[in-house]
């Protein structure tokens, strides 16, 4: 969220059990800590339906491409801290980010920049649940 600037409106995980504690259509329980975390941000947590692969589709396209654009690059190499590792995955997002989108006349970034930049909420800061346990912003 910190590499966006801000916070979506929705966030849709997949129903696993470490985010979703009773699935429901209609009315999924959330792990406290999800919900603490969707609250102290301000966004709405709606899990993917179980058995329902048509929900997970976008998400599953965007991990597949995100694995073979960065991820599989990044592991040809070694590094030494986790200062240079992260700092190799933004570089590589940004590249990933910055390239036209096929059969387009705009990247990602400038997507993002024109349309959906308006919509996050503003990352003010990380945060640290009342359990003590750091989260990522």
């Known amino acids: 969220m910190h590499?966006?600037?801000g916070v979506p409106a929705a966030i849709v995980p997949d129903?696993?059990?470490a985010a979703v504690t009773k699935s429901s259509r209609y009315e999924p329980t959330l792990n406290e800590t999800f919900e603490d975390f969707a609250d102290h941000y301000g966004t709405t947590i709606l899990p993917a339906r179980a058995y329902r692969p048509r929900d997970k589709a976008l998400v599953e396209g965007a991990v597949k491409i995100i694995y073979t654009k960065v991820?599989?690059?990044l592991n040809k190499?070694?590094?030494h801290s986790l200062s240079e590792l992260n700092t190799a995955i933004r570089q590589a997002l940004e590249v990933h980010n910055s390239q036209l989108l096929k059969g387009r006349n705009y990247s990602?970034?400038?997507q993002f920049e024109e349309i959906e930049r308006q919509t996050p909420h503003r990352c003010?800061?990380?945060v640290t649940s009342s359990k003590s346990t750091s989260m990522p912003g």
């Open 3 to 5: 590499f966006i600037g």
């Open 15 to 17: 129903n696993l059990k």
């Open 71 to 73: 991820y599989a690059p």
């Open 77 to 79: 190499h070694i590094y």
């Open 108 to 110: 990602r970034k400038l």
């Open 124 to 126: 003010r800061y990380c």
